[in-house]
Each structure stands twice: as structure tokens, then as C-alpha cells.
């Protein structure tokens, strides 16, 4: 989970093998700024003559396990910064555009991209000082961190920021499972409505208080799981398994 007082971090992607030295400018940049820069570590390239560049902070030289765990500090990390000079993203920087937009990740260029199609994507042009004030100024606006595709843990972290900052993170088990109950009730209440069983005269739209009733129980669902400390995407999985194993009556 974060924390209230969580550093900024970024992820920093380009041609390590064209322009690390440049790379390691920025990042040197990040870290003066005091943005925690996640990936690639300040290193030395062990390899410049190969296509894929490994580092002396690199304790392997699978190139598979190296890209991976720099696709993992994108998920981490608050930003993509993309050193792209004179425009140029190439192949692996291009993946690691495309898994940050896919996790709704902000991202930031050097410069505009020489690809049409890239430019479309790869975010705004902006230097590191103006990376780091563009994510303070959003740094509490938390619903701006998540979209349609977001993960089941990412949904998890929004709610614990969300609830750390409306000053509700005291709460027990207890008291969210009892609001939560609470909130099925209006749920069962609001489909009551919606399907037209015994209906007052409330003229409110059926349609948007139902699926705002969903989404309370949901978002007290994430809540509980994220104080008994449960990765619910796993345990969905975990459960499936063994319902698969099963046989159903119809």
C-alpha cells in the first residue's frame, strides 16, 4: 500500500544503447529533483557493441528478466519518462509506451516524437523539473490515477489513497463489513426500483442510483480487502481454480 508521505517516482525508457549516456543525465536530474527514479539504477553499460544493452547494476543478462522488471517499475512507479532525442522512440521503449498507457500511467517525452502514430500517444513534451510539478499538482487528485483498464490492485491502492485521505484509515474490519452490509441494502433497494417491484414515487433515474449502489458496495469490498491485507485479484483467481474443479447442477 502507499503511503501518505510516498516520494514521487519515475521509470526513465530510450535506447540505452544509443543514448545511455543521456539517460543517465536525466535521471541524475530526477534524483537532484528528489523524484525517486525506479528504472534503469545509475550504471555503466557493460555491453555498448550488443543490441541489447546490460548494466553493471544488472545481476543478470536474461534480457527477457531485465525488460520485465523494468515493465514491473512502470506499474510502481508514478510516471514514464521516454528520452526520445530528436524524436526517436525505439522498439523496447515503444512496448514500454504502450504497457503504460495500458495501466493509465502519465507519461512524458523529451521531445515530440518523429513517429505520427507515437506522437499520438507518448504524452507531453516536458522537461524533469515540469515532470515533477505536472505530479504534484495531480498528486492528490487520485481519481485521475485510474481508468477502464485498471487492475483489480490498482482499483485497491486508489481506494486505500482515497480513504487515507478522507481521514477514514482508522477504521476496523468490522465497521467497513457493517457499512458495507448497509450499502447492500440500498442496493437491493435501488434494484427493487429498477426492476419496477413495488415502486414509490422517488423520480430519481433507476438506471444511475443503481449502478451507484454497486459501486458503494464495491468500493467498501476493496476497502475491507485492503485492511485484512488480501491481493483480491488473487484471491478471485485462487477461488476459480477450485470452483473450475467442480461440478454444477443446472
Not at 539504477?41 to 528478466?65: A, C, G, R
Not at 512496448?95 to 521531445?111: D, F, H, N, R, S
Not at 427493487?192 to 417491484?197: E, F, M, P, S, V
Request: hydrophobic share 40%; aromatic share 8%; charged share 30%.
Amino acid at each position: 500500500m502507499t503511503n501518505k508521505s510516498k516520494k514521487l517516482s519515475i521509470v526513465v525508457s530510450g535506447s540505452f544503447r544509443k543514448h545511455f549516456e543521456g539517460i543517465s543525465k536525466v535521471i541524475k536530474e530526477f534524483e537532484k529533483l528528489d523524484v525517486q527514479v525506479i528504472s534503469p539504477k545509475p550504471s555503466k553499460v557493460v555491453n555498448p557493441e550488443h543490441e541489447f544493452v546490460i548494466l553493471e547494476t544488472d545481476n543478470t543478462n536474461d534480457p527477457k528478466i531485465l525488460e520485465q522488471r523494468h515493465l514491473d517499475a512502470i506499474e510502481k512507479a508514478d510516471a514514464l519518462y521516454i528520452y526520445n532525442l530528436e524524436g526517436y522512440i525505439e522498439a523496447s521503449a515503444t512496448l514500454e509506451l504502450g504497457w503504460a498507457i495500458a495501466l493509465g500511467k502519465p507519461i512524458y517525452t523529451k521531445e515530440q516524437s518523429e513517429d505520427f502514430t507515437l506522437k499520438l500517444f507518448s504524452g507531453e513534451v516536458a522537461t524533469p523539473i515540469e515532470v515533477k510539478e505536472k505530479l504534484l499538482n495531480n498528486k492528490n487528485n487520485f481519481i485521475e490515477t485510474i481508468n477502464n483498464r485498471s487492475s483489480v490492485k490498482k482499483l485497491q491502492e486508489y481506494i486505500h489513497n482515497v480513504v487515507v485521505q478522507r481521514g477514514f484509515d482508522d477504521e476496523a474490519p468490522s465497521d467497513i463489513m457493517l457499512l458495507m452490509v448497509e450499502e447492500v441494502g440500498e442496493l437491493a433497494k435501488a434494484l427493487r426500483k429498477y426492476i419496477g417491484l413495488k415502486i414509490d414515487q422517488n423520480k430519481k433515474d433507476k438506471y444511475t442510483q443503481l449502478k451507484h449502489e454497486l459501486a458503494d458496495v464495491f468500493i467498501y469490498l476493496l476497502d475491507l480487502a485492503n485492511v485484512c491485507e488480501i491481493d483480491l485479484f488473487q484471491a478471485l483467481k485462487e477461488k476459480e481454480y477450485e470452483n473450475n474443479k467442480r461440478f454444477w447442477d443446472k
